[in-house]
């Protein structure tokens, strides 16, 4: 513990915002992170309070206590040491994590977290800085073969470990770039994707090969899931041609609004327009780009994926940005002794909601209406639960104008065709069906196939993805090795 008294004498500062004027004008991140001083007070607001619940309360159980006192006595290189144990890219949860962490932090009783994020940013913006983050190639090669099939974090996670056992991995991605939702996505402004690249080329340099632009097996003829694959590759080849497949393909099928309308030109799914943005980001050309200058934007679902419909409406120049969430808003602060060292339901307010949106709770789309087959507005309805269901209030109805409208209400599961192809058994939410079983974890009912990520536990989070990136490659290694160092 670095300073015994430091939760009595210091504040939580949080990370600096770049003004709302400034950053409108831009896609570039607008975090102001902590400097080594600041980040050695917040490390000193650490306890050490001998159970710590931030550890399990993180996903990938950084080791939080620990690093928190290396950043307090300035041994910063111990620090990423420490942060890389367990967490294979902390500048993605340092960035977008929503920090289930801190919720767990024993000080969040009655005051106010350990800022653990913005340690946890700070140490590996350092590393990186610093030159400390290197390629770890493999001193042995074991001849064994290995697909991962998706390269979002859960592929990538797994791809990183298995290499530096000595497997020759080889990671398959449909789209025409590396990174899964990170990539195509996850917003430029919320996390820019030189993180990636730069892991990408530490991933290369530690023997991993990516095949972008290849598709392992077939997705439905209508489907709108992002696809810029040039080349296919059946399940049946790649079974062949390696000693294990893990699937990582996240959960893609886009859960969809049928109310009387929904065919009208202006009606498209978040991950039709936030992908498209993050492509021209990258210095791609693309015709017809869907924008929302000028428009008034709607945007149906209060989640991650709505705000970040909001923040980029807001950049392209949207006239207006609403924002609804069917279920009723939240109170603002958590009744702490009711729900601490659990993750709160409370309000929540993102960087994107602060630059301009309105935001409508209890709120359901009852139709869309249009002229000349483009949307011009919708019609809703306030609800409120009754008997653990969401009833009508009659008489609520309300008119919207809309001229761009944008469902991002989350998703439903994995592409089915993709895990039908392999003969991958589904659970009752249409997942991959595969236990987290210490031994013998996330094997499919294929043999050799594996799966893990939103594609395996359904849509969650990237350092959930992360974690079961690391532990599918731990149960692969000792499923072709008959054992395995690998850390879970
Ligand atoms: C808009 C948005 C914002 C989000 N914001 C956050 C956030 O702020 N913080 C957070 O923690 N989480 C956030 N999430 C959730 C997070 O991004 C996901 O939980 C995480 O990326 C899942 O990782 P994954 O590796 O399992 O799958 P994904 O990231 O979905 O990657 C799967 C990859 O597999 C590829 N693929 C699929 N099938 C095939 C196939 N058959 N052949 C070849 N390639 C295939 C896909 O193209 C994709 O690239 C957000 C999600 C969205 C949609
Ligand atoms: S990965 Fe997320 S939960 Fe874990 S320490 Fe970092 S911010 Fe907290």
């Known amino acids: 513990m670095g300073k015994v008294t430091g939760f009595m004498e210091f504040e939580r500062l949080e990370e600096g915002y770049k003004p709302v004027p400034e950053r409108l004008k831009h896609y570039k991140e607008f975090v102001v992170g902590l400097t080594a001083d600041q980040a050695k007070v917040q490390a000193a607001r650490c306890m050490d309070c001998g159970t710590p619940f931030c550890n399990s309360g993180c996903p990938v159980n950084n080791i939080i206590p620990d690093f928190n006192d290396l950043v307090f006595t300035g041994d910063w290189k111990n620090a990423i040491t420490v942060l890389h144990s367990t967490n294979n890219f902390p500048e993605f949860t340092g960035r977008i994590c929503p920090a289930p962490c801190e919720a767990a932090c024993t000080l969040n009783v009655n005051d106010a977290a350990v800022g653990i994020k913005s340690i946890e940013h700070a140490i590996i913006d350092r590393a ?11 001193k042995h090669k074991t001849g064994k073969k290995v697909a991962v099939v998706g390269s979002g974090p859960a592929g990538m996670a797994a791809a990183q470990q298995l290499a530096r056992v000595g497997h020759d991995v080889t990671l398959f991605e449909k789209n025409d770039r590396v990174g899964g939702l990170l990539r195509y996505g996850i917003p430029d402004f919320k996390m820019e994707k030189s993180h990636i690249d730069r892991r990408v080329a530490q991933m290369q340099a530690e023997g991993v090969v990516f095949r972008t632009g290849v598709m392992v097996g077939e997705l439905p003829k209508d489907s709108k899931v992002t696809n810029w694959a040039k080349e296919t590759i059946s399940p049946e080849q790649l079974q062949q041609d390696f000693d294990a497949v893990l699937l990582t393909g996240g959960s893609e099928q886009s859960r969809d609004l049928p109310v009387p309308g929904r065919d009208l030109d202006g009606i498209h799914f978040a991950m039709e327009f936030l992908p498209q943005q993050n492509k021209v980001n990258a210095g791609d050309k693309l015709k017809g780009q869907l924008r929302a200058d000028g428009k008034h934007v709607i945007v149906i679902g209060g989640g991650d994926t709505g705000s970040d419909c909001v923040g980029t409406s807001n950049r392209h120049g949207a006239v207006s940005v609403t924002q609804f969430e069917v279920m009723p808003q939240p109170p603002e602060e958590e009744n702490k002794p009711l729900v601490w060292p659990y993750w709160p339901l409370k309000l929540r307010t993102s960087s994107s909601h602060e630059e301009g949106c309105t935001r409508e709770f209890a709120v359901s789309t009852k139709a869309f209406k249009g002229e000349k087959g483009k949307v011009t507005g919708l019609t809703t309805v306030h609800v409120e639960m009754k008997d653990g269901k969401l009833v009508e209030i009659a008489g609520t ?11 991002a209400m989350g998703f ?8 039908d192809a392999f003969g991958v058994d589904k659970d009752g939410r249409g997942n991959a069906k595969a236990t987290t079983d210490f031994t013998g974890g996330y094997a499919t009912n294929v043999p050799k196939v594996f799966a893990a990520g939103d594609m395996r536990r359904g849509q969650s989070l990237v350092v959930w993805a992360i974690r079961e990136g690391r532990q599918a490659a731990r149960s692969v290694d000792e499923f072709l090795m008959g054992f395995s160092d690998l850390p879970r």
């Open 397 to 407: 109805e309300k008119e919207y104008k809309a001229d761009l409208v944008l469902l």
């Open 128 to 138: 990186w800085a610093e030159g400390w983050v290197v390629p770890q190639v493999p």
């Open 412 to 419: 439903v599961n994995p592409v089915p065709t993709v895990l």
